[in-house]
């Protein structure tokens, strides 16, 4: 049976025979491998933005079919949909008062449809939702941006409270994600639809924090100036890596489930 074994499954076992500090480092050497593939493959690094934008309505393209077609919610975070709201209301905000562009029809366009999520679960489906599993205290990240984004904001002409806002979106984006991860470590299986879809904003994810690193050495850092001085520009880009590595661990198990022909994915203890 061992001479069966694909290279694949062979490699992702012996990844995951590793120590957490081996795990984290072969995870950013494969962040970094990627990255230098994008910059090589892809001219317009500019593009890789809209590429995770398109990932992403995929991904929510995923979660619209479960909620309408099999009826039911179960696996998802009411509260992470709750929270990618907020966060993309006030982005919202700021785009019209700060630099209405693209950016902010797409963004219209994905809060409305997280509304209608929201509703879906609070009211037509909210048999099937699992309350008792959705227990992360959301204060725990709401305080923690609101007071972060009090001492660090961008530091351009706009208004003071604009400055702020944008910068607990920011806060407030990378971390959103956090309840719907606790709703599956505390289930421990997750269904496909659920999984497809924070597959999704795993590359959505990677994609635009590629987007902004590469940008970055393409201008030679002058974006960072551009977007204001002190600790700012460090914790923008701070911001898209931690929303990366958030994600990091459920893709290397999704990826592993799907290599491995699994229809539903099993995540053991302490993934999240």
């Not at 960072?224 to 460090?234: E, I, N, Q, V």
Request: with cysteine; charged share 15%.
């Amino acid at each position: 049976m061992k001479g069966n074994k694909t290279p694949i499954h062979a490699a992702t076992t012996w990844v995951r025979r590793q120590p957490p500090k081996i795990k984290i480092f072969l995870a950013a050497i494969t962040a970094m491998a990627a990255l230098v593939f994008l910059r090589m493959v892809v001219e317009d690094h500019d593009s890789l933005f809209v590429v995770a934008e398109a990932v992403h309505a995929i991904g929510i393209s995923v979660l619209i079919y479960k909620l309408t077609k099999e009826r039911t919610c179960a696996g998802l975070s009411l509260k992470s949909q709750e929270l990618t709201a907020i966060f993309l209301a006030v982005r919202l905000y700021c785009s019209f008062v700060m630099e209405y562009d693209m950016h902010t029809v797409l963004d219209s366009a994905t809060l409305v449809t997280t509304l209608w999520v929201i509703y879906m679960i609070r009211f037509k489906l909210k048999s099937s939702y699992m309350d008792d599993k959705d227990n992360f205290a959301i204060y725990y990240v709401l305080i923690p941006c609101a007071v972060l984004s009090l001492l660090v904001h961008p530091s351009t002409q706009h208004h003071i409270v604009n400055r702020i806002s944008w910068a607990f979106c920011v806060y407030l984006e990378a971390v959103s994600v956090l309840p719907q991860l606790q709703v599956m470590q505390n289930t421990k299986i997750v269904e496909p639809f659920t999984a497809h879809y924070v597959f999704a904003l795993g590359v959505a994810r990677f994609l635009s924090c590629a987007h902004w690193i590469l940008q970055v050495l393409d201008t030679r850092g002058r974006l960072l100036t551009a977007l204001g001085y002190g600790l700012w520009p460090s914790m923008v880009l701070l911001s898209e890596i931690v929303q990366t590595f958030i994600l990091a661990d459920f893709c290397y198990y999704y990826v592993k489930s799907l290599v491995g022909g699994q229809l539903v994915l099993r995540l053991p203890s302490g993934v999240v």
